[in-house]
T-cell receptor, first 111, second 115 residues
Framework: ETGVTQTPRHLVMGMTNKKSLKCEQH?????MYWYKQSAKKPLELMFVYNFKEQTENNSVPSRFSPECPNSSHLFLHLHTLQPEDSALYLC??????????FGSGTRLTVV | DAKTTQPPSMDCAEGRAANLPCNHSTISGNEYVYWYRQIHSQGPQYIIH???NNETNEMASLIITEDRKSSTLILPHATLRDTAVYYC????????????????FGQGTILTVHP
């Protein structure tokens, strides 16, 4: 257990489905992040939240919708995804300039 | 953030030291060198970081050259469980007034430890 918990661990969804990924941290960190890791590609930063405010959106398509209700929870709402969105989605948190703590990720398959 | 260059893959015998190099020739004075590793299908794990002095912790040692243009991560006694992708990342210590900085990952080095 790393202190950052992601659920579910695996998700299979159809292109017309709506689903949500959840991330929770109990480390009293103020920043939270969503990363995407496609097969044989580097991790790509998607969104950054600091004290619940979104501070970065790396040109992510609107079919990915993040939500950060408080400093401990981060969601990624998914709708009308494409097969190329299949990837490992990783959540991380940090306190200011300190090192990031990553969750174990959600393996998403879009069919 | 400065770009880093790492070899795509390396091999190491179990019990021997693994020395993973990283070039960061455009590093700025306020940028730290961070190392993370990612074991297959898990989230990346922080290993160590440094600014200009050599650093050591329970996992590894970090050697940074005097001109700071390159560094080496040393795993002193590699085990099979050290097989992973190792990422060298240069990160700004201060990011504006919000006091946080994003991590940007490259391709990393695939380290394979053999019995």
């Amino acid at each position: 257990e790393t202190g950052v918990t992601q659920t579910p661990r695996h998700l299979v969804m159809g292109m017309t489905n709506k689903k949500s990924l959840k991330c929770e941290q109990h480390l009293k960190h103020n920043a939270m992040y969503w990363y995407k890791q496609s097969a044989k590609k580097p991790l790509e930063l998607m969104f950054v939240y600091n004290f619940k405010e979104q501070t970065e959106n790396n040109s992510v398509p609107s079919r990915f919708s993040p939500e950060c209700p408080n400093s401990s929870h981060l969601f990624l709402h998914l709708h009308t995804l494409q097969p190329e969105d299949s990837a490992l989605y990783l959540c991380a948190s940090s306190r200011d300039r300190e090192s990031y703590t990553f969750g174990s990720g959600t393996r998403l398959t879009v069919v | 953030d400065a770009k880093t260059t790492q070899p795509p893959s390396m091999d190491c015998a179990e019990g021997r030291a693994a020395n993973l190099p990283c070039n960061h020739s455009t590093i700025s004075g306020n940028e730290y060198v961070y190392w993370y590793r990612q074991i297959h299908s898990q989230g990346p794990q922080y290993i160590i970081h440094g600014l200009k002095n050599n650093e050591t912790n329970e996992m590894a040692s970090l050697i940074i050259t005097e001109d700071r243009k390159s560094s080496t991560l040393i795993l002193p006694h590699a085990t099979l469980r050290d097989t992973a992708v190792y990422y060298c990342i240069v990160r700004v210590a201060d990011a504006g007034g919000t006091s946080y900085g994003k991590l940007t990952f490259g391709q990393g080095t695939i380290l394979t430890v053999h019995p």
